[in-house]
């Protein structure tokens, strides 16, 4: 049995707490947070485990075999570093630093150190994405055209990152996973409305080799909550509609053939219009599934989808989003 430490019971601790309470292989045996009332409903939901607002008494504690981050990300470099110093593993919510460089830090103490890294990009380990990801290994959708996502709603404002760094990490670890190549470059284009040098409202556009083109559109002031993600191939084109309750994803056969007849400004569009089927998607909690990958990882080795390489990644891309943003939509190689 895999013994858990958390650290942060704010916004997602407790799910982080609940899933690895009862997922196979792994027990919380202690949680730390600086607020006196937040350990008291600790106690409260869960009596069996220990609490204390000391994250040095954690780190060391030997009933802790690993440790799981939910703070704020200013913080996870340090904490996951002083984790990893002591010889433990670390599962650490997104983003998974502040920077580049504390990034690659981290990634190359744990090699170091032969300990195990896993960024919590929950959304890898949904029905819905597993889903998408073996169309596109199954050729269904056939060669790629784009990718394209929206994840907007009405707050939550956060107080030390703006809209890409709270929103996008989900949407580039789903892109980064399902189309299975590196972007060359980045475009964005961001606005902040209430004076705290933070884009509230922001457009990515990342280009690929191979004619592939991702756009993820973020945002914290929508009057209503959408979570759909288009992406579009030769063969079949795809929309997933993470807030729909059955059927998530919808898989059309529309498409286009273009061809070319006396002289290459003489073109015939021929569009393809056949049946809509919505494929079976497994709806187990996804923090449960990574939670127990995570036992897994720790445990026997081997490889998953969200490493701290794959994190690196997640970051370096953010960051030269936030470059291109800082530049007014000015295109950065990643």
Known sequence: ML?????GYGYWGPNV??????ANGSEVTMVCDMNQQTLKKVKKVYPQIN??????ELIKSPDVDAIAIATPVFTHHDLAKK???AGKSVFIEKPFTYTVAEAEDLVELAAKKNLKLMVDHTFLYTGAVRKIRQLIDDGILGNLYYFDSSRVNLGLFQHD???VWDLAPHDISIMDYVIGEKPQAVVATGIGHFGRGLEDVAYLTFYYDHNIIAHINVNWLSPVKVRTTLIGGEKKMLVWNDLEP???IKIYDKGVQVKTKEGKYNLLVDYRSGDMWAPKVD???ALKLMAEK???YVENGGTIVNDGIAGLNNIKMLEAANKSLTNKGGMVYI
């Open 83 to 85: 984790v990893l110093e």
């Open 294 to 296: 995570f036992v897994d």
């Open 3 to 7: 013994r858990i430490g958390v650290i």
């Open 17 to 22: 707490v609940r899933n690895f309470s009862t």
């Open 283 to 285: 709806s187990t909690e």
């Open 246 to 248: 059955d059927e998530k």
């Open 161 to 163: 990152v703006n809209v």
């Open 51 to 56: 609490v204390t607002d000391n994250i040095d």
